[in-house]
Every structure is written in C-alpha cells, then in structure tokens.
C-alpha cells in the first residue's frame, strides 16, 4: 500500500467516523469449505467441499471493489485448496490488485505452499508451539514449518486462535515467531465459541492471563500485530458489533462482519480481534486510531527492511 491508498484510506475512516457511516471497506472471499483438515475449534470446514467457480470469485471481486472495498481477504476452508480453470490463488491475488484492492491477504493453514509473494500478508494458521498446535491441528507443524522456510518472501503473519489448549504458550510463541526467519509477526484472536466447540472456550481468568501475555510481547517489542490498546475492550466485552465495515461474502451470499453473525448469540462471545478493532477504529476511538497508525508504521517499517 503506497501513501496515496493510505491516504484515501483515512479519508475513508474520517468520513465513517463523522458521518458514523455503515459502508464497508474490507471484504472477505470465501473460495470454498473443502479443507485438508479437522482442527478441534473449527466449525466451517467440509460442510459442503464445494470449490466456488472462478467466474463467481471474480464476480464478486469487481463487485466489491465497485462499492468502495479497497482491502480483501481470500479465505476458506483452505484457501489453498482452491483451483479452477487453471487458475489458482496467485492468479486471484494478481487479480485483485489489477481490479485496483490496495491490499489483498490469504488466510491458511500453511500445510500445501506459502510462496504467494504477490499476496500483501500471508495469514498462516499456527495454534501454538507444537504439542499443542498438533493437538488442535493434527500432526501439521513440521510441514508448516519447513513450508515456512521454503517461502521466499518475509510476508507471513502467525494467526493464533488462543483457547484452553494453547493459551499458556504466547509467549513462548511470540519468541519462536521473532527468530524464525519468513516469519514477518504474529496476530492473535480469541476463541469465538460455536455450538459445538464451547468446550475450547476461556475462562475470566484464562482470557486475563493470556491477554496480559500479550501486552508483555507488545511491550517487549515484539511484533505483535494486534492494537494494544483494543486488549481492554474485549476483556470488558464492551465494543459494539457486528463491525459493519467488514463484509464476508461465500457463494453470492453477504455476510455482515463475518459468516458467524448468523450464529444464534454467538457476537456476544466474539474472539475475533479484528471486529473489535475495526469496531472501535471506526466509531473514531482516538487511542485505537494513534495505535492504528503506530503499528501501521512498525509493520511497513519491517516488510520494507525483508
Ligand atoms: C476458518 S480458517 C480458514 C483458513 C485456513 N483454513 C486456516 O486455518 O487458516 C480461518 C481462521 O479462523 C480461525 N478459527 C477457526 N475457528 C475459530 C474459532 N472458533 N474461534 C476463533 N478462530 C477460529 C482459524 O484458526 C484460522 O486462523
Ligand atoms: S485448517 Fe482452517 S478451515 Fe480447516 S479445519 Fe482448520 S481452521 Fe478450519
Ligand atoms: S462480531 Fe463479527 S466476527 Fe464476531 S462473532 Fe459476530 S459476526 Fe463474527
């Protein structure tokens, strides 16, 4: 993203805040449901395995980017699973930024080939140090891992959902990603509790310890790509959402926020960092925008460094 897209990005949120505008800005494609694997906190897996067709991602792609969308995320299921008619993820990701999107990330779970340099974050799924990421994942963090080092380009970001099963391994986590070389930083949500994994859910006290986990990283300078000022807001569980500046879209069906809005009660326990992020950002939380801006900086600071 140059100064110009940031620049437009910010007059984006100024109009957002002031004019407490719903529109969206950062879109989510769905590629499919079909994944490689069973992990113990997911719910969205294998539900149908259908592979969306090309022609409707790029549908979607134009039409999003039509309605103001500038930042888009590719997501699954596995992302990577994704081909059709000879396309695969690079292609969409060079798509994207030829239709005009300032940034274009991937979510995956890192077991098939994170060397997608054309992608401006790659979001690798790791669920903690190995035991228990294997625990949740299955017996994955070995391949990642050699993934990881066969990747040429430093665009990877650690995604951790934190629950009961790795919550005692931030910090440590935090330390594997800082000298790991490829890995760029880590962001970390907490486990939104589906009907069938509310077991995986954390304790007052475990979300307070884990939390304060992760302002230690943040004070020690490590790269810690989450606000530090939005940890205390969803301790208090006092943000507004659905964050309406957010929009999933999976087989020409919208979702406000994410696919999760529609599960019955489940915003209330909402673990995703993002939405309370992008939630506070947007209603002009001036602690949460200087925090913004900081990490903004420190992030490009250290992509620009690789
Ligand atoms: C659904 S996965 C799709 C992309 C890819 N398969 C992966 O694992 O990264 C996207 C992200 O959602 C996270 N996730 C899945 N279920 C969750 C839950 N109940 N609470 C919080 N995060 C969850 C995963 O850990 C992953 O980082
Ligand atoms: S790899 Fe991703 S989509 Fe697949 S089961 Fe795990 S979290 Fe869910
Ligand atoms: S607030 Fe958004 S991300 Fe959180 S559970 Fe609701 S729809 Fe999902």
Redesign the pocket.
């Known amino acids: 993203m140059d100064y110009l897209q940031f620049f437009k990005l910010s007059i984006f949120g100024i109009k957002t805040i002031l004019l407490k505008q719903k529109k969206p800005i950062l879109g989510t494609i769905i590629l499919t449901d079909a ?5 113990k ?2 719910s ?2 294998n539900l149908t395995k259908i592979i969306y067709p090309y022609k409707d991602i790029k549908e979607e792609m134009i039409n999003m980017f039509n309605e103001g969308i500038r930042i888009l995320f590719f997501c ?3 992302t990577l699973l994704w081909k059709d008619e000879n396309k695969t993820i690079r292609d969409l990701v060079k798509e994207a930024k030829e239709i005009g999107y300032f940034i274009v990330n991937i979510v995956t ?1 890192g077991t098939i080939d994170l060397d997608i340099p054309e992608a401006d974050i790659i979001f690798l ?1 790791i669920d903690g140090l190995k035991e228990s990421h294997n625990l949740i ?1 299955g017996n994955t963090f070995d391949t990642i891992m050699e993934n990881v080092k066969k990747a040429n380009k430093s665009n990877i970001c650690v995604y951790t959902a934190v629950n009961k099963l790795n919550y005692k391994d931030i910090y440590e986590l935090g330390k594997l990603v800082k000298n790991t070389k490829n890995l760029n930083s880590i962001s970390f949500n907490f486990h939104t509790p589906y009907k069938n994994t509310k077991d995986l859910a954390l304790s007052n006290e475990e979300k307070l310890y884990s939390i304060n986990q992760i302002k230690q990283l943040i004070k020690e300078n490590y790269p810690v790509f989450n606000l530090y000022s939005a940890l205390d807001y969803y301790l208090k569980n006092n943000w507004s959402r659905p964050c309406f500046q957010c929009i999933v879209s999976e087989n020409k069906k919208r979702f406000v926020c994410g696919r999760c809005v529609e599960e019955e009660n489940l915003c209330d326990e909402c673990g995703y960092l993002f939405a309370v992020e992008f939630s506070l950002l947007f209603k002009g939380n001036i602690k949460i925008i200087i925090d913004m801006l900081k990490t903004y900086k420190k992030y490009t600071g250290r992509i620009n460094k690789d």
């Not at 994944?35 to 992990?39: A, P, R, S, Y």
């Open positions: 994944c490689n694997l069973n992990c906190h997911c969205v897996n699954g299921g596995e779970n799924s994942r």
